[in-house]
């Protein structure tokens, strides 16, 4: 047998980048979303035999990636709590402290969703994945997938609206010129 | 875990009020929160592929060539990064 390897690497190297953001998202650690890639990886090629030709080969990486992931995080829930300054290390090429700062209350926002939500979110949202693929990586039915698209939209809208009203304001002069009228807003 | 009220139309987004028992999000609202989730992703995407991965997957492809076991542990103290709290693959050395 002589398994086309080199596609298949290359292929694999090709969804890294992706896979890494994914993970990253998912547990908010940039060490930790590494070596789950990095698992994902090695465990892909060892089983590459279960892999069908002809499907979307990313798809499947990010279902084991995404399999990883749920059996570790139940063993070890919320151990790591030192999500902000690793992931601030992942987030470099932003152009300014402003849309850093709006990146991450949003990516705070983020974490707050359950695990269901968000990982159905992240992969429809940003990922690029159509619905249909997105069942099939979390191993649900396609409407699954399309109310916790909506309920983690829902979701984010409210927590971004209520604990920081001046998240997606235009900038810091209007939010501190509104910033009073909102005060009481926040509370009713 | 975390319970919070019920969604509220943002102040800066025009909005209406949505009502209370229908969570009802502006297009505005929407196209923000894909924007942001896509500018987080991007962020990450375009780091690339950082050494370490194409370093491993180097290793297991000339593994193979050599006729190796695939499931042989690739991982070594020179590519794969410490794992202080537990070794998730392969032996450390």
Same mark, same amino acid.
């Given at each position: 047998m002589a398994p086309p390897n080199k596609p298949v690497r290359d292929v694999m190297l090709a969804a890294v980048p992706s896979l890494r953001a994914f993970a990253i998202s998912l547990c908010g650690n940039v060490d930790r979303a590494d070596d789950l890639v990095q698992e994902a990886l090695l465990r892909a090629w060892a089983n590459l035999d279960s892999f069908e030709p002809g499907t979307n080969m990313s798809a499947w990486l990010f279902t084991i990636l995404r399999n990883l992931f749920r059996s570790e995080y139940r063993k070890r829930r919320r151990e790591v709590e030192d999500a902000d300054g690793s992931y601030a290390e992942a987030l470099t090429s932003l152009p300014d402290q402003a849309s850093h700062l709006e990146m991450d209350e949003f990516r705070k926002a983020l974490e707050q969703l359950p695990t269901d939500q968000r990982e159905s979110l992240i992969l429809v949202g940003a990922s690029g994945f159509s619905y249909e693929e997105a069942a099939q990586i979390c191993g649900c039915a396609v409407g699954t997938i399309k109310s916790r698209v909506n309920r983690a939209r829902s979701r984010l809208a409210a927590i971004l609206s209520i604990e920081s009203a001046d998240d997606f304001g235009p900038d810091h002069e209007t939010r501190a010129a509104v910033g009073n009228a909102t005060a009481g807003w926040r509370r009713s | 875990m975390n319970k919070r009220k019920a969604p509220r139309a943002h102040p800066?987004? @025009? $909005? @209406? /009020?949505?009502? !209370?028992?229908? $969570? !009802?999000?502006? /297009?505005?609202? !929407?196209?923000?929160?894909?924007?942001?989730? =896509?500018?987080?992703?991007?962020? $990450?995407?375009?780091?690339? $592929? /950082?050494? =370490?991965?194409? @370093?491993?997957?180097? =290793?297991?492809?000339?593994? @193979?060539e050599a006729g190796t076991d695939r499931k042989e542990p690739v991982g070594d103290a020179s590519t794969v990064r410490k794992k202080e709290d537990e070794g998730t693959n392969g032996p450390p050395q």
């Amino acid at each position: 047998m002589a398994p086309p390897n080199k596609p298949v690497r290359d292929v694999m190297l090709a969804a890294v980048p992706s896979l890494r953001a994914f993970a990253i998202s998912l547990c908010g650690n940039v060490d930790r979303a590494d070596d789950l890639v990095q698992e994902a990886l090695l465990r892909a090629w060892a089983n590459l035999d279960s892999f069908e030709p002809g499907t979307n080969m990313s798809a499947w990486l990010f279902t084991i990636l995404r399999n990883l992931f749920r059996s570790e995080y139940r063993k070890r829930r919320r151990e790591v709590e030192d999500a902000d300054g690793s992931y601030a290390e992942a987030l470099t090429s932003l152009p300014d402290q402003a849309s850093h700062l709006e990146m991450d209350e949003f990516r705070k926002a983020l974490e707050q969703l359950p695990t269901d939500q968000r990982e159905s979110l992240i992969l429809v949202g940003a990922s690029g994945f159509s619905y249909e693929e997105a069942a099939q990586i979390c191993g649900c039915a396609v409407g699954t997938i399309k109310s916790r698209v909506n309920r983690a939209r829902s979701r984010l809208a409210a927590i971004l609206s209520i604990e920081s009203a001046d998240d997606f304001g235009p900038d810091h002069e209007t939010r501190a010129a509104v910033g009073n009228a909102t005060a009481g807003w926040r509370r009713s | 875990m975390n319970k919070r009220k019920a969604p509220r139309a943002h102040p800066y987004m @025009e $909005v @209406e /009020p949505a009502p !209370k028992s229908t $969570v !009802k999000l502006g /297009p505005d609202i !929407k196209v923000k929160i894909g924007q942001q989730l =896509r500018a987080m992703y991007s962020d $990450v995407v375009n780091q690339g $592929v /950082p050494d =370490r991965f194409s @370093e491993i997957l180097h =290793r297991l492809d000339q593994a @193979e060539e050599a006729g190796t076991d695939r499931k042989e542990p690739v991982g070594d103290a020179s590519t794969v990064r410490k794992k202080e709290d537990e070794g998730t693959n392969g032996p450390p050395q």
